[in-house]
């Protein structure tokens, strides 16, 4: 059984700056997509964004230019930078691996989440 990790959040002042982890326990031989979700009282959760295993990354454009996705393969970690932190940004943020596969003589591939980290940016 994979577990998601998260940690980094927490309250900070607009135009602050803020790091979430993820870190994934468990049986992995390789995770295809890493990928950060956000959710802010009364909404829908949204993407913020993705990175595949082979680097290729991508945005919600309210994050483009302010925000940073990278990954660690050898921790199973993926991390999100956040910069320029708005108010609007404030949610809860979880993380997502997709196609994750546990040995690499099986085929099965499987979807975790992480159980969600608060973000609050004060204006």
């Known amino acids: 059984q994979v577990q998601l990790v998260e940690s980094g959040g927490g309250l900070v002042q607009a135009g602050g700056s803020l790091r979430l982890s993820c870190a994934a326990s468990?049986?992995?031989?390789?995770?295809?997509?890493m990928g950060w979700y956000r959710q802010a009282p009364g909404k829908q959760r949204e993407l913020v964004a993705l990175i595949t295993s082979g680097g290729t990354t991508n945005y919600a454009d309210s994050v483009k230019g302010r925000f940073t996705i990278s990954r660690d393969n050898a921790k199973n970690t993926v991390y999100l930078q956040m910069n320029s932190l708005k108010p609007e940004d404030t949610a809860v943020y979880y993380c997502?691996?997709?196609?994750?596969?546990?040995?690499?003589?099986?085929?099965?591939?499987?979807?975790?989440w992480g159980q969600g980290t608060q973000v609050t940016v004060s204006s």
């Open positions: 468990g049986s992995i031989f390789r995770i295809e997509g």
């Open positions: 997502n691996f997709v196609k994750v596969k546990a040995y690499s003589w099986s085929n099965r591939q499987y979807d975790y």
